[in-house]
């Protein structure tokens, strides 16, 4: 059992929490991911690490309730437990030698995991600009945060209702266009924001490392359910990832796949919905 | 007098139409009578084929006997000396190519039903047996890691010696692909778990969710104090042809397929585990997982299956038994076909396979027939699921993550006649080094890595 130390809502739909692992937590590094499981009758879903405190024993991570089970999850408070928790899975994150100046561009609940990507460059002295996109400015999270490990914290609201209106690649490449030489770009978020990021970066040549999410169980390479084409060949997401350089990435082909069990999440919703009463975020 | 009855004693199954519909056991275990009958057959030969047919040496006529005599907690008793899961192998063991191929009486008629009869003992023993007397500890420590069948017959023999065995597992639920790959109609989850209790009566740790290469390196557990470690991770990684749309919605591995419906059980109402609702499903391959697949897909409401197999039946690797329920549950066999493309509905998603008809060429040296396409021959099945279960290949966590550790082309593990691998202390078996293959074998190199383990420590 995985008791959850820390409950926080980050906004209604995003929640963090801190569990206590503490060997994942000594291991762990950014960019690798944990699955967790709630009770015997759970999904086994998988997760990014959002921060680790290797003296405390514990493992943060940040979600969205989008599903039966993060969304049960979210139901849990500080005390609760959880039945299973694997760690850390896949490889971490690989920043370009030598990159001096990178733009980490995170959207949505993707910001989750762009934070501690940022924090991390820039605790080693790195220059930071940090894009962070959102529907809309009452679901904006972590802005303290980020601001705190960038150079330039953007912030862009598809209905302007905060910072810039538009999507992080508009700004990204109006920064490209004032003059700012990128290293590297990381982005994290939803799949087509992902893919449009590097349709900027491309002809720029800039390194682009995106972090992929496809449906998978066990996370070890053995289902094959996570497979990814980069670079023209099949990888599992898993093992070989979840980092992959986004120019190599068929994006179109992850959205499809990633839509498998649409309909049956869309009906579990629902079930949910009425099982607490009709209220998703109960 | 030995019974004379040319074919064996049937075993009572399921009616195939039911069956075909629920995950329920397909055959039941002999009843007291039935085994007595079975037993019966056996000629008690004095030079025993049948034992030189088995993997691990089980004192075949010797518990035949027992169960002669009606003292069934004997023959249990003489079984389990050299095999630690004797419910698990009565079921899923390939007798016909083992122990009763080399049965006396298959000239003439049917062989012994020896994995019946070994079944017969593990049931009927099931709420009997008494709790095995936990052994004096002898103050060593010994790591397993991976909970399948060679862990697990490794972990029970070193146990028994009196070691401290702590017993790894990446997953949530203890068991390998006994629990996740082998579904239930063919081997009951209970049973198994009834099994990795009786470990654990021994003294046996067992950690779930640990995935090793990960959380901790093998060097991490020598440092934690494991004095030698047994690696049993089987071959995990699942083959795809590669063929054009294999990325479609609607391709599975057989891995996923069957840990979905086995080990997080999607066909259980009360599981959140989601999975494709198919009505047509082509299945990819002719060995035992093809075989628990197809089943699988037709228990989950498939209205047609089809195996798709490019040899014909002779070739095909499966059990027979497996073979044989199939056909009879209305799974279509395609022999020698092989698909060449999985076709895209537009929407991303699988509408069908395209196959070409196989012909069959001259053995090769290793007396395998080969096969070649047959020109203008590709036709189309309609599908909306298609199972790739044409193979797996060992996990690359561990040989990636444990420095000197020398794995062979294919990825498994290179180790010498005492299953030590190139590293001093570590060693390792079943398909982590064969590649895939049974369940029986993945034990018997367990067992005889206990040996060698036992030995190494105790002259350390």
């Known amino acids: ?282 | 007098m030995p019974n004379m009855q040319l074919t064996k004693t049937p075993a009572k199954e399921q009616d195939p139409k039911a069956r075909a519909k629920n995950f329920k056991e397909v055959s039941s275990c002999y009843t007291e009578e039935e085994a007595l009958n079975e037993a019966q057959r056996c000629l008690n030969c004095k030079n025993k084929p049948c034992v030189s047919g088995c993997p691990v040496g089980v004192r075949i006529p010797e518990f035949i006997e027992k169960i002669r005599e009606g003292c069934i907690s004997e023959a249990y008793d003489i079984i389990k000396t050299t095999n630690g899961l004797p419910a698990v192998c009565g079921r899923v063991c390939p007798q016909e190519s083992q122990c009763e191929s080399k049965c006396v009486r298959g000239i003439k008629g049917e062989p012994v039903g020896i994995g019946r009869l070994e079944r017969f003992c593990a049931d009927y023993m099931a709420d009997k047996a008494s709790a095995p007397e936990k052994p004096q500890p002898n103050g060593h420590r010994v790591a397993i890691v991976g909970s399948g069948p060679s862990g697990l017959s490794c972990a029970s023999d070193l146990a028994k010696l009196g070691y401290e065995v702590t017993v790894f597992e990446a997953f949530h639920t203890a068991g390998g692909v006994l629990m996740y790959g082998i579904p239930e109609f063919r081997l009951p989850k209970a049973t198994v778990q009834r099994e990795i209790d009786g470990l654990k009566a021994l003294g046996v740790k067992v950690e779930t969710d640990m995935v090793i290469g990960k959380i901790l390196s093998v060097d991490e557990l020598f440092d934690d104090g494991f004095e030698a470690v047994f690696i049993g991770t089987g071959a995990g990684l699942p083959n795809f042809m590669g063929i054009p749309g294999e990325s479609l919605v609607g391709v599975f591995s057989a891995n996923e397929y069957l840990t979905r419906t086995n080990l997080m059980k999607a066909y259980l109402d009360d599981y959140d585990t989601p999975i494709a609702k198919s009505s047509k499903v082509a299945v990819v391959g002719g060995g035992n997982v093809a075989m628990d697949a197809a089943r699988s897909a037709l228990r989950l409401g498939a209205d047609k299956v089809y195996i798709v197999y490019r040899r014909s039946a002779d070739e095909m690797p499966a059990r027979r038994e497996e073979v044989h329920h199939a056909g009879e549950e209305g799974i279509e066999f395609k022999y020698l076909t092989n698909p060449t493309e999985i076709l895209d509905d537009g929407n991303g998603r699988v509408k069908g396979l395209k196959c070409v008809k196989m012909e069959l060429t001259e053995p090769d040296q290793s007396g395998r027939r080969g096969v070649r396409p047959i020109e203008n021959s590709e036709f189309e099945i309609e599908a909306d699921a298609v199972i790739m279960a044409i193979g797996t290949s060992p996990n690359p966590l561990i040989r990636s993550t444990t420095p000197g550790l020398e794995t062979n082309r294919r990825g498994c593990f290179i180790v010498d006649e005492n299953m030590l691998t190139s590293r001093e202390g570590v060693y390792a078996g079943g398909d982590a080094v064969t590649g895939a293959a049974t369940v029986i074998l993945a034990m018997g190199a367990g067992k005889q890595a206990a040996k060698a383990i036992d030995e190494y420590i105790k002259n350390k």
């Open chain 1, 1 to 282: 059992m995985y008791k959850i130390l820390k409950k926080k809502e980050l906004n209604a739909q995003v929640t963090l929490m801190e569990l206590e692992a503490p060997l994942i937590a000594k291991k762990a590094l950014a960019g690798q991911f944990i699955i967790f499981r709630i009770d015997e009758f759970g999904e086994r879903i998988p997760l990014t690490i959002a921060d680790y405190d290797r003296e405390k024993g514990t493992v943060t991570i940040i979600f969205q309730k989008v599903g039966r089970s993060t969304i049960m999850l979210g139901n849990l408070n500080e005390g609760d437990s959880i039945l299973d928790l694997v760690g850390p899975l896949g490889v971490p994150t690989e920043i370009p030698e030598g990159a001096k100046k990178v733009a980490v561009i995170g959207g949505g609940v993707g910001c989750a995991i762009a934070y501690p990507q940022a924090k991390a460059l820039y605790n080693v002295g790195v220059e930071v600009d940090v894009i962070a996109g959102f529907r809309s400015r009452d679901i904006v999270i972590l802005e303290d945060e980020m601001r705190a490990v960038s150079k330039n914290l953007y912030i862009t609201t598809d209905d302007g209702t905060y910072g810039m209106k538009g999507f992080v690649t508009n700004k990204l490449q109006e920064l490209i266009d004032a003059g700012n030489k990128y290293d590297c770009v990381i982005a994290i978020g939803p799949v087509p924001m992902m893919k449009f990021v590097c349709a900027v970066t491309k002809p720029y040549g800039i390194k682009t490392i995106v972090s992929l999410n496809p449906i998978m169980i066990d996370g070890t390479g053995m289902c094959g359910g996570c497979r990814v084409r980069v670079g023209g060949q099949i990888k599992y997401a898993c093992v070989d990832g979840p980092d992959f350089d986004g120019h190599e990435v068929d994006f179109d082909e992850l959205m499809h796949r990633n839509s498998a069990y649409k309909e049956q999440e869309q009906h579990d919703r629902e079930h949910i919905c009425r099982l607490t009463g009709g209220a998703v975020n109960a």
